[in-house]
T-cell receptor, first 111, second 114 residues
Framework: DAKTTQPPSMDCAEGRAANLPCNHS???????VYWYRQIHSQGPQYIIH???NNETNEMASLIITEDRKSSTLILPHATLRDTAVYYC????????????FGTGTRLTIIP | NAGVTQTPKFRVLKTGQSMTLLCAQD?????MYWYRQDPGMGLRLIHY???????AKGEVPDGYNVSRLKKQNFLLGLESAAPSQTSVYFC?????????????FGAGTRLSVL
């Protein structure tokens, strides 16, 4: 799995877009970028993933740079319920079953 | 559609006691997993199953046993609980043919061993 670097914490005003960065400069060609979040006292929740194209679903958008060395998760209109720890994971779809989370970014949505 | 359900939500044990954690999923997923989460350690895989009747060890299997007698259930057993097993336990599942990195998690079981 490629090493990822995320800021330890971020704040965002309610209703604004939350942009969470992730650096993964050692990413290899067959590795995807996955994002999960963990709301306090709950299990991790899958958000979105991508390989090289930008992706959007009902929860978020994922922007991956052209060189794939970094990405940004965008929550377009953040609500208080989006307060959570967000994890960026970079790994291929092969290999072992173990899903490993780093330290993530603690996102706080400010009313 | 409940997804992944874990019971109990909380439990306190004394050292040496045994207990079983139950994970049930209603999504007809083939793969099921048990993780533990400790402060500063992240998630660690205990055991997993690739289908009914099968189990496999993860990275921290010692002190735990598992069984997958029915496709929808995955049981995690502690035969003789130790304080080091105080943790939050998460169950997860995924469907065959989907990326192995997309797993659906339950709400967790908070276990304290005194």
């Amino acid at each position: 799995d490629a090493k990822t670097t995320q800021p330890p914490s971020m704040d965002c005003a309610e209703g604004r877009a939350a942009n969470l960065p992730c650096n993964h400069s050692t990413i290899s060609g067959n590795e995807y970028v996955y994002w999960y979040r963990q709301i306090h006292s709950q299990g991790p929740q899958y958000i979105i993933h991508g390989l090289k194209n930008n992706e959007t679903n009902e929860m978020a958008s994922l922007i991956i740079t052209e060189d794939r060395k970094s990405s940004t998760l965008i929550l377009p209109h953040a609500t208080l319920r989006d307060t959570a720890v967000y994890y960026c994971i970079v790994r291929s779809n092969f290999g072992n079953e173990k899903l490993t989370f780093g330290t993530g970014t603690r996102l706080t949505i400010i009313p | 559609n409940a997804g992944v359900t874990q019971t109990p939500k909380f439990r306190v044990l004394k050292t040496g006691q045994s207990m079983t954690l139950l994970c049930a999923q209603d999504m007809n997923h083939e793969y099921m997993y048990w993780y533990r989460q400790d402060p500063g350690m992240g998630l660690r895989l205990i055991h997993y199953s690739v289908g009914e009747g099968t189990t496999a060890k993860g990275e921290v299997p010692d002190g735990y046993n598992v069984s997958r007698l029915k496709k929808q259930n995955f049981l995690l057993g502690l035969e003789s609980a130790a304080p080091s097993q105080t943790s939050v336990y998460f169950c997860a599942s995924r469907k065959t043919g989907t990326p192995k990195n997309i797993q659906y998690f339950g709400a967790g079981t908070r276990l304290s061993v005194l």
